[in-house]
């Protein structure tokens, strides 16, 4: 079997001004789909990043896909994981995840190797987290993701769209946003992205949101926090947030020394809430220091920039050695990723934690799978028995999203931007601050 076609697609989806650290989510997402297609007339896919930068790294990518053998293919691509500014380096920008151009190789990797699994799968007709060989469970548990939220449900001009879940900037309005995921997708976990209103009032909406639901409770502000406020915080929520709860903070400020410190002050107190990383720690460069200083007990893989699947599977095992913690990280994303995210997850023994999902926040009416959107009930994906991802592309799904890009103007994320057009034309992003 050997490639003989490579398309990739530019894509905009529709996403509603939801805020976190890095300011306002732009009116469209970006997404980029990659195809395969073999000799065979089978096709893999894969979504990724989107906008300008990584389409052109998938584009430039092209003459050593064509003609190549898609079970040897990502050996053959090595060097974009392996060696200096290729994933080996450290990778920290404190850019919105997808902009850093440190992990723009390994974001690519992730996704051939992604369309290349499914197109093995779907040669094969297994589902591809059987191709990764170790699936220990057939249904993976997802978490409600509120965010603080302006009016407006995304889109512009004649593509503005409904507002599903209406404003939420008070504790009343993020309980209500939650109410309404919850009854919508059955989740049995929240994690909350937070850093954006002063943290008292952020204090409070977690406590409302342990009383109201009783489940566990993750925090994420984003490295909006100092080393004082961090502490603070984890003190007030420590019923609320630890460890006891299946609880943790995330990230709650910048840096691996900013996040030991934290750590050192709380467990100095007798207090035991975790901290997890996406932001200290965005690759496996920064494990040995992470791990030596205590600064994370829990990280959070994301194939799309940890250098795919595999990779991912890789930093499970390297955590379970450790006695470190592993969840999943999201961006706003579309069917395709939700089922890699899915196949990755349920081939993951290691896993500890619900993952993390943006799903709800995009619209059936931007899905580019086939028959819609996929679906999350009692807040789980139930891997479909399926070749491959267990979806395919909507072709008249994909042309309205390649339509909606090139009629949109942006070309990349850029929530800064967003945040001064429409709520603050003086606001910057001050990591920390508060
Ligand atoms: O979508 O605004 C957002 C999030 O803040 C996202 O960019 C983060 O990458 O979800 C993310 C996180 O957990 O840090
Ligand atoms: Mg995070």
């Excluded at 460890?243 to 002050?265: F, K, N, S």
Aim: hydrophobic share 40%; charged share 25%; net charge negative.
């Amino acid at each position: 079997m050997r490639i003989a076609e490579v398309h990739i697609h530019n894509l905009a989806i529709a996403d509603p001004p939801i805020r976190s650290s890095y300011g306002l989510h732009q009116p469209y997402a970006l997404r980029s789909i990659l195809e395969l297609k073999s000799d065979d007339g089978v096709t893999g896919i894969a979504e990724t990043y989107g906008g300008e930068a990584p389409a052109a790294a998938l584009e430039a990518l092209k003459p050593r896909l064509i003609g190549a053998n898609p079970f040897r293919l990502t050996g053959s691509l090595m060097d974009l994981i392996g060696g200096e500014g290729s994933g080996d380096a450290r990778s920290q920008t404190m850019l919105v995840p997808g902009e850093n151009p440190l992990d723009a190789n390994p974001r690519t990797y992730s996704a051939v190797e992604t369309a290349c699994l499914d197109l093995i799968g779907k040669t094969l007709n297994v589902p591809l987290c059987d191709v990764l060989g170790t699936r220990v469970r057939d249904a993976v548990p997802f978490s409600a993701y509120p965010f603080y939220k302006h009016a407006g449900g995304g889109g512009e001009g004649d593509d503005k769209r409904e507002d599903e879940y209406g404003e939420a900037l008070t504790p009343e309005g993020l309980v209500a946003q939650v109410r309404q995921m919850i009854a919508t997708y059955g989740f049995k976990d929240i994690k909350f992205k937070t850093g954006v209103l002063d943290p008292d009032i952020e204090i409070e909406t977690v406590r409302q949101l342990a009383r109201e639901f009783r489940m566990p409770v993750r925090m994420d502000p984003n490295s909006a926090w100092t080393v004082e406020t961090s502490i603070r915080v984890g003190r007030e929520l420590r019923e609320e947030l630890g460890a006891h709860t299946g609880g943790y903070l995330e990230d709650p400020t910048a840096t691996i020394d900013g996040m030991a410190a934290v750590r050192r002050g709380l467990l100095a107190e007798g207090i035991d809430v975790p901290l997890a990383s996406n932001v200290a720690v965005t690759c496996f460069a920064d494990l040995p220091e992470a791990f030596a200083k205590n600064a994370v007990q829990i990280v959070l893989c994301d194939h799309h920039y940890w250098g795919g699947m595999r990779q991912v599977m890789q930093l499970a095992k390297i955590c379970q050695v450790w006695g470190v913690g592993l969840s999943m990280h999201s961006n706003s994303h579309l069917g395709v990723s939700m089922m890699a995210m899915a196949h990755v997850a349920a081939a993951t023994p290691h896993l500890t934690y619900a993952c993390d999902t943006h799903y709800p926040w995009s619209q059936a009416k931007d899905e580019v799978v086939l028959g819609g959107r996929v679906p999350i009930v009692d807040g789980v994906i139930r891997i479909p028995e399926r070749g491959g991802l267990g979806v395919e592309l909507d072709y008249d799904q994909v042309a309205r999203g390649r339509e909606r890009y090139a009629k949109c103007p942006y070309r990349k994320r850029d929530d800064t931007a967003e945040m001064r057009k429409h709520v603050d034309p003086t606001w910057e992003r001050l990591l920390p601050r508060w």
